[in-house]
C-alpha cells in the first residue's frame, strides 16, 4: 500500500513539471504561424500524431534517456545547450517571417507527405517537446528510488501515465487550434502568434544559457 501511495505522488509530480514546460496552449498559438494555410481536418488527424510523438519520445528518455547520454558521451548541460540554440532558432525565424494574407483559393496545397515530414521535427521536437521537457524526464528517471521491483515498476508506470495525460492534453489544445483561430481576426492571431514566438526564442535563450553555465560550473 505505501508502494502505490508513493508511486502516485509521481503522476501529478511530473505532470507538474512537464506542463509549463510543453505549453501546448502557448506553442499552438506559435505552430499556427507554421501550419495556419493548413485545413482543419488535416490540423485534427496531425495532432494526434504529434501527441502519440510527445509521449513516445517523453516516455523513451524517460526510460533510456541517461543511457542513450551515457552512451554517446553527451550531458544533460551539452543537450540543453544545443537545444536551446534550436528552440531560439526557430523563435528567431517565426518573429521574422514575412506576413502573407492569402485568400481561400491561393493557399499553398499541403500533402500528406509533405506535412508527415515534419510532423516529428519541428513540430514535436523541439518546438513541442524540448530540451527542457527531456531533461525532466531524464530527471525523473534517474531518481527512481531503487527499492523492490515492484516500487520501481510502480514509479515508472506512474510516470508514464503523467507523461501520457500531458500528451493528450497537448493533442486536444492542437486539435482545437483551428476552431479558436476561425473565431479571432487574423490581425490578432498573427500578433499573438509574434508574442508567443518572441516568448520561444527567449526560453531558447535561456535554456542555452542553463546549459552553458553548468559547462562553465564543470571546470
Known amino acids: 500500500m505505501d508502494e502505490l501511495i508513493t508511486a502516485s505522488r509521481i503522476i501529478p509530480a511530473i505532470f507538474v513539471a512537464l506542463f509549463p514546460l510543453v505549453n501546448p496552449i502557448g506553442t499552438a498559438l506559435v505552430l499556427y504561424g ?15 500524431k504529434i501527441a502519440i510523438n510527445v509521449f513516445l519520445l517523453l516516455t523513451s528518455f524517460l526510460l533510456f534517456g541517461g543511457a542513450i547520454l551515457k552512451f554517446f558521451g553527451v550531458s544533460i548541460p551539452i543537450v540543453q545547450l544545443a537545444g536551446g540554440l534550436v528552440v531560439a532558432s526557430i523563435g528567431w525565424g517565426l518573429l521574422n517571417q514575412k506576413d502573407v494574407e492569402l485568400s481561400a483559393n491561393d493557399q499553398p496545397k499541403v500533402t500528406t507527405t509533405s506535412l508527415e515530414g515534419k510532423l516529428f521535427y519541428p513540430y514535436t521536437f523541439p518546438t513541442t517537446v524540448g530540451p527542457g521537457s527531456l531533461a525532466v524526464t531524464m530527471t525523473f528517471g534517474a531518481h ?19 507523461i501520457l495525460i500531458t500528451a493528450v492534453l497537448t493533442g486536444i489544445c492542437y486539435a482545437r487550434l483551428k476552431w479558436v483561430t476561425e473565431r479571432i ?27 552553458w553555465s553548468a559547462l562553465n560550473s564543470l571546470d
Not at 507554421?34 to 494526434?48: E, F, N, V
Not at 527512481?144 to 503523467?162: D, F, M, N, Y
Open 34 to 48: 507554421m501550419t495556419g494555410h493548413i485545413d482543419r481536418k488535416t490540423w485534427t488527424a496531425a495532432s494526434r
Open 144 to 162: 527512481v528510488e531503487r527499492g523492490s521491483q515492484l516500487l520501481v515498476l510502480l514509479q515508472i508506470g506512474a510516470a508514464t501515465v503523467g
Open 185 to 211: 481576426s487574423p490581425g490578432a492571431v498573427q500578433a499573438m502568434s509574434r508574442i508567443l514566438a518572441f516568448f520561444l526564442l527567449c526560453i531558447g535563450v535561456g535554456i542555452a544559457w542553463e546549459g
